[in-house]
């Protein structure tokens, strides 16, 4: 059974910096490209960011790049993303999600077959 947890959401002032993780469970974390999404109240959930299986790959919506970072170690079965520079648009349900399909990095949600519960990110003015 596949599980996806994140960790590290909070309150933060405009600014600051959150680091969110997401440990997985029951796949091969190696063998999975991943995602952060988001979803603000009233809005649909939006692709953040993904790496590649190898970690060598990376692509960033443009309202983030210069701003987030998305890392993963393989051999904790860990996700991160550290945000620096948060924004009150920041503000949103952020998911952690595996891609088992390989070759290119995709954005779009439908393709990500595991997703996890979600960690809060607020971010205040």
């Known amino acids: 059974q596949v599980q996806l947890v994140e960790s590290g959401g909070g309150l933060v002032q405009a600014g600051g910096s959150l680091r969110l993780s997401c440990t997985a469970s029951?796949?091969?974390?190696?063998?999975?490209?991943m995602g952060w999404f988001r979803q603000a109240p009233g809005k649909e959930r939006e692709f953040v960011t993904a790496?590649?299986?190898?970690?060598?790959?990376?692509v960033y919506t443009d309202s983030v790049k210069g701003r987030f970072t998305i890392s993963k170690n393989n051999a904790k079965n860990t996700l991160y993303l550290q945000m620096n520079s948060l924004k009150p648009e920041d503000t949103a349900l952020y998911y952690c999600?595996?891609?088992?399909?390989?070759?290119?990095?995709?954005?779009?949600?439908?393709?990500?077959?595991?997703w996890g519960q979600g960690t809060q990110v607020t971010v205040s003015s």
């Open positions: 999600a595996a891609d088992r399909t390989p070759g290119l990095l995709r954005v779009q949600s439908p393709a990500y077959e595991y």
């Open positions: 029951g796949l091969t974390f190696s063998a999975n490209n």
């Open positions: 790496i590649s299986r190898s970690g060598g790959n990376t």
